[in-house]
């Protein structure tokens, strides 16, 4: 799977939007960007997925560039509870069982204050 | 609701014992399931890959005589720690590969 970076840590006002960036400029055709959160001492959350085109769902949008080396997790109203380490994994989306494997990064750590 | 759970949340142990955690999927059939290690203000690791009917499938470095994975069921994967030691002490989280990726909510392990 294609290694990505994050900045280590992020700070966003509560009710504004953040934006978190990954970079994964060695991402091959085939794989899948991938965000997931873990808020302090549980199991990652799934966010949100994409392939080339910008994806939105309830709880974020996710924008990726033309050129697919880089993407951004937009939480659009940021509120206390998103308060958490998030993860930008590229990853195959089939093909055994191997897709199910995760390889996760350090993450970026989100902290929202009031 | 959940779709992965795990048991315990948290446990102690003594040095020497064994410790199981289950991993179940809830109203799912999983064949696949997956176990990470997690220690304090660190990253996700992957120890293990479990097959339904089959042997686990170990990351390199991860030794399998002392971290023994039960994939018995389509719905219940089991990781038992055996002789455990304080440097064993983390957090334990399983996932499931059903549509998508599920994770449980992960079980602390403390070895005294």
Redesign the interface.
């Known amino acids: 799977d294609a290694k990505t970076t994050q900045p280590p840590s992020m700070d966003c006002a509560e009710g504004r939007a953040a934006n978190l960036p990954c970079n994964h400029s060695t991402i091959s055709g085939n794989e899948y960007v991938y965000w ?1 959160r ?1 808020i302090h ?6 966010i949100i ?1 994409g392939l080339k085109n910008n994806e939105t769902n309830e709880m974020a949008s996710l924008i990726i560039t033309e050129d697919r080396k880089s993407s951004t997790l937009i939480l659009p109203h940021a509120t206390l509870r998103d308060t958490a380490v998030y ?1 930008c994994i590229v990853r195959v989306n089939a093909g055994g ?11 970026t750590i989100l902290t929202v204050h009031p | 609701g959940a779709v992965v759970s795990q048991h315990p949340s948290w446990v102690i142990c003594k040095s020497g014992t064994s410790v199981k955690i289950e991993c179940r999927s809830l109203d799912f059939q999983a064949t696949t399931m997956f176990w990470y290690r997690q220690f304090p203000k660190q990253s996700l690791m992957l120890m293990a890959t479990s097959n339904e009917g089959s042997k686990a499938t170990y990351e390199q470095g991860v030794e399998k005589d002392k971290f023994l994975i039960n994939h018995a069921s389509l719905t219940l994967s089991t990781l038992t720690v055996t002789s455990a030691h304080p440097e064993d002490s983390s957090f334990y989280i399983c996932s499931a590969l059903i549509d998508t990726i599920y994770f449980g909510e992960g079980s602390w392990l403390t070895v005294v």
């Open positions: 997931y873990q001492s549980q199991g990652p959350q799934y997925h993860y069982t191997s897709y199910g494997k995760l390889t996760f990064g350090q993450g």
